[in-house]
């Protein structure tokens, strides 16, 4: 019982801040999708621009992930994160001055360059304070930020896209790139304050818990039976499980940004018209995600099992997604396969990391998961480029949603031939005396 209130405490004071600042980050970076409702034409955009658009983002994504890795755990999390959160938020900010495709292309390459540390930080970070059979669920609630995100950017940006047009002589997309892009500032500011570095420096645990806290984690450390080389560098990175690891998650990030960026187009095609419906319809999905996501996770930690957690979700995404794209113009048909699809493929990132976090460590942890985020980040581009070039093709955004379930079928596939029995996580007696068997109930901080 004190084991599990020192990490309910933990919970409480880490994780609501680690949402928040993921929230941020994704509506900063998906609203271009509701931008490109309204300003495709000001900067005479084709789908197949507008694609290289939101793609070239992950160019810089991908480029500053490790850097950020090494920064973080040479200098800490908090100032990491601040400068990260504060450069974004002037860069995203900057969009609503944009008026021709190239700068366009400038400003998205540049808000990849400053995001690009978040998602790989935190994942590291997680590591510093939760041991491997918690960590599906810790994920699960800093990813429900991206369901969450679109929950509150689409009708947000529906809403000022519509009512704001023209005011004081700004566009509604220029309006939507600054009233989002300023709180990411302001955040950013107040998290240096907010968020510790490690247990060793809360001042809001106890010796005793910050004591028991290390000698746990070193204790998870020791009693994974993933790998035996995964804290080297050069050996973990090379091994057959992490080139494997890359190309899912590869699979992953092309799922991820296809369909979060895509989808309010796909919405339009459906036949809502209506900027401010859109946004409304387009949350449906992220509702469904940010329930379901953090209830397989859920699952994931209890059953203390990974593999058939991914595939069991690739596989329900796919079969939605081919749904979807074969609706006939049935429009609740296709809303709700497209919200269950989007369960899937958000549960499966919080899956993999689970799995990915536990079998790096230490150095290869600092070096792999930026490496593991930087070739999503490249798979997104692509699927930016191929999506919109699709569309233009076909004259269908939904034609894009086949491509997506074949990848996750694929991926699924991947992931059960990676090593591990599929069954419990071996793990020490002190870390299974550790494992939450219910959700977190708040504690005090005098626990």
């Not at 080139?243 to 940004?257: F, H, P, Q």
């Not at 980040?377 to 692509?382: I, Q, R, T």
């Not at 930016?384 to 894009?400: F, I, K, R, V, W």
Request: proline residues 3%.
């Amino acid at each position: 019982m004190e084991q599990r209130a020192i990490f309910a405490k933990i919970a409480w004071r880490v994780m609501p801040v680690l949402f928040l600042v993921f929230v941020l980050a994704y509506m900063d970076r998906v609203n271009i999708g509701f931008a490109k409702l309204q300003f495709s034409r000001e900067l005479r955009l084709t789908d197949t621009m507008y694609g290289q658009a939101a793609g070239i983002f992950f160019f810089g994504y991908m480029l500053s992930g490790i850097p950020s890795n090494l920064l973080l755990a040479k200098v800490g999390a908090r100032a990491t994160i601040c400068g990260i959160m504060v450069t974004w938020g002037s860069v995203s900010s900057m969009m609503m001055l944009v008026s021709t495709p190239a700068q366009l292309y400038l400003l998205r390459f540049l808000l990849g360059l400053a995001e690009g540390g978040l998602a790989p930080g935190v994942y590291l970070y997680l590591t510093y304070w939760f041991p491997a059979t918690m960590r599906a669920r810790m994920l699960a609630v800093f990813l429900a930020a991206v369901p969450v995100a679109g929950i509150v950017c689409a009708p947000l940006s529906g809403y000022v896209l519509a009512t704001m047009h023209d005011m004081y002589g700004l566009r509604g997309w220029q309006w939507m790139f600054l009233l989002e892009g300023v709180p990411s500032i302001v955040a950013g500011i107040a998290v240096y304050f907010v968020l510790q570095d490690s247990p060793q420096t809360a001042n809001w645990l106890t010796a005793k818990e910050k004591q028991w806290i290390g000698s746990m984690l070193a204790s998870d450390m020791r009693a994974s039976s993933l790998s035996q080389y995964r804290s080297n560098v050069s050996e973990a990175l090379t091994s057959r499980t992490f080139l494997t690891l890359a190309i899912v998650e590869t699979i992953g990030g092309a799922a991820v940004s296809g369909f979060a960026y895509w989808l309010p187009q796909i919405v339009h095609d459906l036949g809502v018209r209506s900027l401010s419906h859109n946004g409304l319809i387009t949350a449906i999905p992220s509702v469904c995600a940010g329930i379901g996501m953090v209830i397989w996770s859920y699952s994931s930690d209890r059953f203390r099992e990974r593999k058939w957690h991914y595939a069991s979700a690739a596989a329900a995404s796919a079969i939605a997604l081919l749904v979807a794209g074969r609706s006939g113009g049935d429009f609740y048909v296709a809303i709700a396969a497209l919200s269950l699809a989007y369960t899937g493929i958000l549960s499966c990132v919080s899956v993999f990391w689970a799995y990915a976090t536990t079998y790096l460590r230490s150095d290869a942890a600092v070096v792999g998961i930026g490496v593991l985020n930087s070739v999503a980040a490249s798979a997104g581009y692509l699927t930016q480029y191929g999506l919109g070039a699709l569309s233009m093709a076909t004259h269908n955004s939904l034609s894009g949603l086949y491509f997506i379930a074949i990848a996750m079928l694929a991926g699924g596939s991947l992931m059960l031939i990676l090593p591990g029995n599929g069954g419990p996580l071996q793990t020490s007696t002190t870390v299974r005396s550790a494992l939450l068997r219910r959700p977190f109930r708040r504690s005090s901080d005098g626990d």
